[in-house]
């Protein structure tokens, strides 16, 4: 069952062979079981996830589902859901109880989709490895030593161990993509504005993407049927025709092109990710597809750029949390300014600060149009270096991240060694584009591989498609780590 | 270029974030290792190009103005720190 497809658990739903509650607390006995070795969800409610069941429950027997009613769902901890503890990852937002539900969580729960609980991430999606959650790192399910990535590294560990049979996860820079590599499991980052950002908790809102995280494309592609869609709170949202995201999951491979960046398979990359990712690229020739060689010449420029725009954004975005309306406020303080400076330099991570100052420097006076300006400009470039490549082909393939999961506290010392790690993510973000990770193999040491996807804007279906059709043909996203099974 | 403590301080001061000595000299270090690699940025021509905020070319959504949103600041103010009678309460600040 723990291993079965979001179809599969909808099927065993609409015959009655499973109830919603069964199901719901199946996964929170693996949760009770597993999370305190993997430390992948920061709040988990048995009762609430309980009584969400039995109303799915209830859905069901009037004959009321939806495709996806009763299967329960884990939330990154960067969305608001009413009643549920909402942290960021933070301490600054510890005790904070949501007062409203983000879209992405609204949607669900209309479907009937049953909240499992909040996963733990890195401290507001800042970072890469976990490692700066306020709640302890997550560890990784293949490899308790290593790191799951980040920063929704507890929705990636969650679906990895089968804690969850799907989850949320937001994208800036890799978040979903990157857990997702590390951690065996499928996630995607739609384009920029498919999914609204209303109630999810803003780091950089000109990147920042919400995503599904799951075993497989299908699964993710029905979860984006719940997911996406036009929503007049967040004003970056797209007006569009609602799509169905299953509609390509068939598509024959026949006489794609896959374009391969020659950036991405240069100095840096690992051997064991470059071996696995040829194989993919094998396994597609034989499906039919051909590859070409592409540039995308600008691709070390998007780390610089990335470390100006997100931090700035940032900056601005959490110049909110000031110990007023919500979230913690320091215990000590000699008036309102020293309220604000005490609040913040102690409610704030080390990474989080490192970010605000660097944004907040480079929003000063005299320095905007030498760093903003400047990045906003290369931005393009990097955006034009997509346009030019699709001209050529109709998907990009590549690396997901240049290594596999890292120890802990081997890059976390060096904030730049973990920027670099991004390399091969944070141009999709800048540009706006789709992006998906598709486990791949393994390392020498069985720590997984991911295969990332880059398609052109609005191309998610085709996508989910193109990562079908291959998982159909292996079996590298249906594998969990076998220490987990029986548990 | 480089910050010196004082830039590190008077950043954090904009920001907001007290900071001691110790912990601002380790700041300089880590935050003059991020401005060296966005240095990077500087040999670039970017005569011409037109900056980029997002993706996609938008117009701002305008709306009616009419009210759409309910009262609900006793569940809003319920997780402030500090409230009285419907006001956010903070160190005085006039005398």
Redesign the interface.
Known sequence: MINAGLTELAALLAQKKISSAELTRTYLDRIAALNPALNAFITVDAELSLAEAEAADARIATGDAGALTGIPIAHKDIFCADGWRTTCGSKMLEN??A?YDAHVVRQFKNAGMVSLGKTNMDEFAMGSSNETSYFGAVKNPWDRAAVPGGSSGGSAAAVAARLAPAATGTDTGGSIRQPAALTGITGLKP???VVSRYGMIAFAS?LDQAGPMAKSAQDCALLMNVMAGFD?RD??S?ERPVEDYTRDLQQPLAGLKIGLPREYFAEGLSDDVARAVEAALHEYRKLGAQTVEIALPNT??S???Y??LAPAEA?ANL?RF????????APE??????????T??HG?GAEV??R???G??VL?HGYYD??Y?????????I?QDFTEAFTCCDVIMGPTTPGTAFGFGEKAAD??AM?LSDIYTIAVNL???PGMSVPCGMDAKGRPVGLQLIGN?FSEARLLGIAHRYQQATDWHARMPSDLVAK | MSLTLNDVKRVARLARIAVGDAEAATWQQQINGIFDLIAQMQAVDTAGVSPMAHAQDLQQRLRNDIVTETDQHEKFQAIAPQVAAGLYLVPQVIE
Do not use: C, H
Request: proline residues 4%; charged residues 20%; positive net charge.
């Open positions: 904070f109880i007062p384009t920029y504005g000109s007049e004003s970056t797209l070390q420029l780390i610089p750029v470390y100006v900056s110049a000031d110990g007023v309306r919500y979230g913690y406020r303080y000699r008036d309102l300014n020293d309220m604000y400076e005490q913040r330099s704030f600060k490192r605000i100052m660097v907040t420097y000063s030498a760093y300006l400047q990045a906003q400009k290369i931005r393009r470039l955006a904030p730049i920027y540009a706006g584009l804007y």
